[in-house]
C-alpha cells in the first residue's frame, strides 16, 4: 500500500487550478503554500498497480507543470 | 507490530507529508504552509510566538514557540534558521507537548522507608548538600559524582564542572554524550587536535555527493536528511548508504551497501588503498598539510573493572602507510566485509574523482563501535588523501544526537578528563581554569576519574557513594544494565535524580527533584555544527520544578561556595554565560555574546570580528589560521593534520554456535532516545507503542516467525522476550537482528554488552552475540 508524496508545481496562473484538480482525486490528500507556487501532495493508493494509474492521473492534468516525488513508503498490507 | 495499522498509515502520511515541506522549504526559504502549521491551534488563539532551538536532536532546528495564556500551545519551523529554514520533523512539531504529560514531577520525593514522601525544595536540597558533605567527610571527595547528559543546557553543565571539579575537587564528572559521541571527540582530538566538525550544514548545498557510514538519517536526523534528498531533485547528487541493516534511509538512497558489522575499518582501510593505488592522492596537500602515524593494536575491549588504555603514538612515513595497506586490497576486504571489490571501488572512485565533492555523514554508526575512535580517524583518512576537507561541500560530518551535547559536554566539557577550555592533565589548562572560577588551583584534580562506564561500576563497587543524575536516563540507556541498576540499588549509595518524569532512573533515587524543562527556564544548546543557540524562559514550570542550573547553584551555596556561585536568580544565565565565554576567549573558539544569541537564530563559533566561522581550519573563511598557507589544522602544534595507521580488528563479542546472530540497538523516527518525553506525545506513542525486534525475512521464514510472533532473545547477560518485526520498517541482513531501545518495558540493554573503545570509552550498542528463539 505505496504512500508517496510529491511536490507539484502549477504552470503559470493554474495554481488554483491545479488545487481543484488534485482535490477531485480520492487517493490525494493536497497542502498548498500560502506563498509560493507549490503545492504538497500525499497519495495514498491500494497497491503498486492503482500507484501507477494514479500517477498518470496526476501526469496528465493540464494544469501541472512538474510533479516531483520526495517520499515513497510501501506499508504491509490491512488485512 | 502491535502498532494498528490505521494509525502507522496516518502516522506515515504525516512523515510523507513533512518529507515534501521540507524539500519545499529547502527550494523556497520562508515558504508557508499555514493549513499545516497551524493545525491544532485553538481557534482565535492570540498567540506570542517566541524562537527556540528544538528541545530534541543535535541537529538544532530554530522552532517558534506559540504561547497562550501562559501555556506554550504550538510549534512550527523558525523560517529564519539557516538550519531547517521553517521546517521540523514530526518530534519537532510535537515537542510542546512533552512538557504537559499527566505524571509530570511537579513536587521534590524523597525516600523514606521504602516510600517516596512529598517535600518542599528548600529541604530537599538541605538534604542533598548535606548528603554530599557527609559522603566526602567519611569517604573523600572523589566518592560523590555528578552524571549529566547532552541535554544539559550550557549554564547546566557549566555550573556542575564548577562545582565538582573547582570547588569540590573531584573530576567525577560525566553526561550521557560519553555513550553516544565520544569516539568523535577522541577521533576529532587524534586527527586535528581539536574537538567538533571543521564544516556545517551548508556543505549539503555544495556537495556532489552524500556517503552515509552506518547513519539511518532518514529516521534520525529526518530535516537534515529532506536537505539531502532536496539537493537530488534540484543538482542530482548521489546519495550512498553504508550500513550494517536495510533502513529508510537505504531505500531513498541511489545505492545502499550493506556490510559486516565491525568491517566498516577494513572497508575504510580499502578505499584508501584504492585512491593510492589509483594516483588519486592530492600529493600537495597531503605534503603540506598532513603527518602519519600508528598507534597500539589489540588493545581489548575494557570488560574488566579499571581496565586502562593509554596509547601510544608514533611517527610512520607515507611508504610505510601504503605498505600497511596492502593487507586492505578490495579483493581481501570483500572476504572479510560481505562488500563486493566493485562496492568498494564504486565508493573510492568518489571520494578520489578530483571534480566530485564529497560529503561523509555518521553518527551512531561508526561511534559506537569497540573501535569507534579508529573509525573516525579512518573516515578522516579519506578526506585527508584527497585534500577534500575544510572547503564548502568536501566535509567529513559527526552528526549528534542530543541539543547540547557538543554545546554543553565537548564545549563546557562535561568528562572527566576535560575543562572548558582544556583538560585537566595540563597544569596551564588548570591555571586558567582555576583563575575564572576563583578557587585555588590545587583544587582541581589533574588525574581524570572515572569515564562514564567505569564511574556506575565505581557505583556498583562502592568506590562512588553519592550520584546525581541530571536530564538523563541510564537506568535504561547503561548497557549490561543489570549489574549497574543492581549496583545502584546497593546500601550506602544515596542518588539523587533531577528529571520532568517518572523513569527507570528515578526508580533508584533517593532523592527526586522535579525539573523545569527546556522553555520553563532560560537557557543555550549549542548543536552539531557548532551553532549556540539561546532561548528565553517563556512558560512557567509546573508546581516547585526549577531548573537544574539554578537546582545545582542552589547546593553549591548550601555547601559553603557562595564566593564562586555569586549569581543571582533573575540574571543568572546571563551571568553564567558571560563567565563561560572567558574560558573560550581566543580565536578558535570565541564564543558570540548573549545579545548576538538573542538576536538570531544561533551563531556559530568560533565568532571573530563579529562574524561566525563557517568552514575551520581553511584561511579563506577561519581568522585563526596563521601559517600563511590556504589551510591551517591548527590544533596540532605543528599545524598538520594525521593519517593514521590503524587495523581492522574484530568486535569484542562475535557470533559463535551458540549464539549465532548479531544483535544491533538504535533508535526510531517516533521516539527521542529513551522515549521518556516522545512516550507521553500521543500521536507518537500511538504510532510506536512498544520495543519490537527486527529479524531478516528468510531468517525468519526459517524459524517459522511471523510479525507480532513473541521472540526471545538470550545473550551471555541473559534473556528478553520481544515481538517480531518481519520486512516492515528496517530490515537486517541474515544472521543479525534489530532492537530499538525506547521502551522502558522491553529493556533491550539488560542483554547488551558493555565493550567499549579503548581510547574514547565509549561503549559499543551495535554488536553482540545474540541467540534467537520463538518464544
Known amino acids: 500500500m505505496p504512500i508517496k508524496s510529491y511536490l507539484a508545481h502549477p504552470q503559470r496562473g493554474k495554481k488554483e487550478e491545479l488545487i481543484q484538480a488534485l482535490s477531485a482525486l480520492q487517493e490525494c490528500d493536497v497542502l498548498p503554500s500560502q506563498n509560493e507556487e507549490v503545492i504538497v501532495v500525499v497519495t495514498d493508493t491500494e497497491d503498486e498497480d492503482h500507484e501507477k494509474k494514479l500517477r498518470k492521473k496526476l501526469e496528465d492534468i493540464d494544469s501541472i507543470k512538474l510533479l516531483a516525488m520526495v517520499s515513497g513508503f510501501n506499508t504491509p498490507q490491512k488485512k | 507490530m502491535f502498532t494498528s495499522l490505521s494509525n502507522r498509515r496516518d502516522f ?99 525516600k523514606k522507608n521504602g516510600t517516596y514522601v512529598e517535600t518542599s525544595m528548600e529541604e530537599a536540597l538541605d538534604l542533598i548538600a548535606s548528603k554530599m558533605k557527609e559522603t566526602i567527610k567519611d569517604h573523600g571527595k572523589d566518592a560523590v559524582s555528578i552524571y549529566g547528559s547532552g541535554q544539559w543546557t550550557i549554564p547546566d553543565g557549566y555550573v556542575a564542572s564548577k562545582l565538582f571539579k573547582g570547588c ?222 575544510s572547503t564548502p561541500g568536501n566535509s567529513p560530518f559527526s552528526l549528534t544526537g542530543q541539543p547540547s551535547a557538543c554545546g554543553t559536554v565537548r564545549e563546557v566539557g562535561t568528562l572527566t578528563h576535560k575543562l572548558p577550555h582544556g583538560v585537566v592533565m595540563k597544569k596551564e589548562h588548570r591555571e586558567f581554569a582555576a583563575k ?19 564511574m556506575f561500576r565505581a557505583l556498583d563497587r562502592g568506590d562512588i557513594r553519592f550520584m546525581w543524575i541530571q536530564v538523563t536516563n541510564p537506568m535504561v540507556t547503561m548497557p549490561k544494565l543489570k549489574r549497574y541498576r543492581d549496583g545502584a540499588k546497593k546500601e550506602g549509595r544515596f542518588i539523587v535524580v533531577s528529571d520532568i518524569y517518572p523513569t527507570p532512573t528515578t526508580d533508584i533515587a533517593d532523592v527526586i527533584l522535579p525539573s523545569a524543562m527546556w522553555v520553563e527556564r532560560e537557557g543555550m544548546y549549542g548543536n552539531s555544527e557548532r551553532r549556540t543557540q539561546y532561548f528565553e524562559q517563556m512558560v512557567e514550570p509546573p508546581g516547585e520544578a526549577m531548573s537544574d542550573t539554578w537546582q545545582l547553584v542552589e547546593v553549591a551555596k548550601r555547601m559553603g561556595y557562595e564566593k564562586q556561585f555569586y549569581y543571582t536568580e533573575e540574571t543568572h544565565i546571563e551571568e553564567i554565560y558571560t563567565e563561560y565565554r572567558r574560558h573560550h576567549d581566543n580565536k578558535k573558539h570565541n564564543m558570540a555574546p548573549l545579545e548576538v544569541l538573542k538576536e538570531h537564530s544561533g551563531m556559530q563559533w568560533p565568532y571573530v570580528d563579529g562574524k561566525p566561522t563557517k568552514w575551520r581550519f581553511n584561511a579563506k573563511y577561519d581568522p585563526a589560521c596563521s601559517n600563511g598557507e590556504e589551510f591551517h589544522f591548527y590544533g596540532k602544534p605543528d599545524g598538520k593534520a594525521i593519517i593514521w595507521q590503524r587495523p581492522y580488528e574484530p568486535a569484542a563479542e562475535s557470533p559463535d554456535s551458540e549464539y549465532p546472530f548479531w544483535l544491533n540497538t538504535g533508535r526510531v523516527v517516533e521516539h527521542w532516545h529513551t522515549g521518556s518525553m516522545t512516550r507521553r506525545i500521543p500521536v507518537l506513542h500511538r504510532a510506536m507503542p512498544h520495543g519490537y525486534v527486527e529479524l531478516n525475512p528468510g531468517d525468519a521464514k526459517r524459524m517459522q516467525i511471523r510479525t507480532g510472533d513473541n521472540v526471545k532473545l538470550t545473550t551471555r547477560r541473559g534473556e528478553i522476550v520481544l515481538p517480531a518485526s518481519v520486512n516492515e520498517r528496517g530490515v537486517p541482513a541474515p544472521m543479525q537482528v534489530f532492537v530499538p531501545f525506547f521502551d522502558e518495558n522491553m529493556l533491550i540493554n539488560d542483554i547488551t554488552l558493555d565493550s567499549f573503545c579503548p581510547i574514547s570509552k565509549e561503549p559499543d550498542y551495535k554488536k553482540c552475540a545474540v541467540k534467537v528463539e520463538k518464544a
Open chain 2, 12 to 110: 506515515i502520511k504525516k512523515m510523507a507529508k513533512l518529507s515534501a515541506i521540507t524539500a519545499a522549504a529547502t527550494m523556497f526559504p520562508g515558504i508557508l504552509f499555514a493549513e499545516e502549521q497551524e493545525q491544532g491551534l485553538p481557534k482565535g488563539a492570540n498567540l506570542d510566538w517566541k524562537k527556540a532551538p528544538c528541545r530534541f536532536c543535535g541537529v538544532g532546528c530554530g522552532v517558534l514557540v506559540g504561547v497562550e495564556n501562559g501555556k506554550a500551545v504550538a510549534v512550527k519551523g523558525d523560517p529564519k534558521s539557516s538550519v531547517n529554514k521553517g521546517l521540523c520533523c514530526v518530534k519537532g512539531y510535537h515537542s510542546v507537548m512533552a512538557m504537559y504529560g499527566e505524571d509530570r514531577l511537579t513536587k521534590p520525593l524523597v
Open chain 2, 436 to 454: 575564572i572560577w576563583d578557587v585555588p588551583v590545587e583544587n582541581i584534580d589533574p588525574k581524570p576519574t572515572y569515564h562514564t562506564v567505569e
Open chain 2, 168 to 389: 569540590i575537587g573531584t573530576n567525577n564528572v560525566e553526561a550521557n554524550a560519553r555513550l553516544c559521541m565520544a569516539s568523535a571527540v577522541t577521533g576529532f582530538l587524534t586527527s586535528f587536535g581539536l574537538d567538533e566538525p571543521m564544516g556545517c550544514y551548508e556543505d549539503i548545498d555544495h556537495a556532489d555527493v552524500f556517503v552515509l557510514w552506518g547513519n539511518n538519517m532518514a529516521e534520525m536526523h529526518p530535516v537534515l536528511f529532506s536537505r539531502l534528498l532536496d539537493q537530488r531533485l534540484k543538482r542530482g547528487v548521489k546519495i550512498i548508504d553504508f550500513a550494517t541493516r536495510t533502513t529508510r534511509t537505504s531505500m531513498a538512497a541511489d545505492k545502499s551497501i550493506l556490510f559486516l558489522p565491525q568491517t566498516d575499518l577494513a572497508v575504510a582501510n580499502a578505499i584508501c588503498y584504492e585512491i593510492i593505488k589509483n594516483g588519486w592522492v592530492n600529493e600537495t596537500f597531503v605534503q603540506k598539510h598532513c603527518n602519519f602515524s600508528k598507534g597500539l593494536t589489540n588493545m581489548g575491549y575494557g570488560l574488566e573493572d579499571k581496565y586502562k588504555f593509554s596509547d601510544k603514538p608514533e611517527a610512520v612515513s607515507f611508504e610505510d602507510f601504503k605498505k600497511f595497506l596492502n593487507d586492505y586490497t578490495p579483493e581481501k576486504v570483500e572476504k572479510i566485509s560481505g562488500v563486493s571489490a566493485k562496492d568498494i571501488k564504486y565508493m573510492a572512485a568518489y571520494y578520489g574523482d578530483p571534480n566530485k565533492k564529497v560529503m561523509s555523514l555518521w553518527c551512531m554508526g561508526p561511534n559506537q563501535h569497540s573501535r569507534g575512535t579508529w573509525m573516525n580517524n579512518l573516515i578522516y583518512n579519506i578526506h585527508l588523501l584527497t585534500g577534500k576537507i
